[in-house]
């Protein structure tokens, strides 16, 4: 090891192979669930078997969840 850089002794980054089918979940649940929020179905990805945090269903870059299911019929 000696001689290397640091650089090269990171690990490498996973993809995001399966981040189409985590954003079908949210909406799915999303929709099926109302106004749950971002909480409640990050709660249920996670029953479902999904490794996700809550930043990746509704946080501030996401809002996926919120998003999906606001209703027009006010």
Wanted: glycine share 14%; aromatic share 6%.
């Amino acid at each position: 090891m000696l001689g290397q850089q640091r650089l090269t002794q990171r690990k490498v980054p996973r993809g995001a192979s399966d981040e189409m089918a985590l954003s079908e979940g949210i909406i799915a649940l999303a929709r099926q669930y109302g106004r749950y929020g971002y909480r409640w179905v990050t709660a249920l990805l996670r029953d479902a078997g999904w490794t996700v945090n809550r930043k990746q269903v509704g946080g501030s870059g996401g809002g996926r969840a919120t998003k999906a299911c606001t209703s027009s019929t006010r």
